[in-house]
């Protein structure tokens, strides 16, 4: 059984930072792919930022500069480091993990991130 647990998610005045984490438990072999993806109420979920195993990330352009990704294989753990928040990144933030012998999607039940003064 894999558990996909998010933490660090809380409330930030603009202009501050945040680092969220995301431990994957279980067997799940080898992770693959690892994420964050970001969902307000009434909108569909939205990539932020992914990192294979291998290191190459990608970044949605509304964050390019400001958040930044990175991974522990060793750890099977994702972080998401966020600076200079602004109010549109108010969302609840969820990590995905791929494992690469299955490619089955594992998700976590989501942080939320206020940005607000």
């Known amino acids: 059984q894999v558990q996909v647990v998010e933490s660090g998610g809380g409330l930030v005045q603009p202009g501050g930072s945040l680092r969220l984490s995301c431990v994957v438990y279980?067997?799940?072999?080898?992770?693959?792919?690892m994420g964050w993806y970001s969902q307000v109420p009434g909108k569909q979920r939205e990539t932020v930022a992914t990192?294979?195993?291998?290191?190459?990330?990608n970044y949605a352009d509304s964050v390019k500069d400001r958040f930044t990704i990175s991974r522990d294989n060793a750890k099977n753990t994702v972080y998401l480091q966020m600076n200079r928040l602004k109010s549109e990144d108010t969302a609840v933030y969820y990590c995905?993990?791929?494992?690469?012998?299955?490619?089955?999607?594992?998700w976590g039940q989501g942080t939320q991130v206020t940005v607000s003064s």
């Open positions: 995905k993990a791929v494992s690469s012998r299955t490619w089955i999607e594992y």
């Open positions: 990192i294979t195993s291998g290191g190459s990330t």
């Open positions: 279980g067997n799940i072999f080898r992770i693959e792919d």
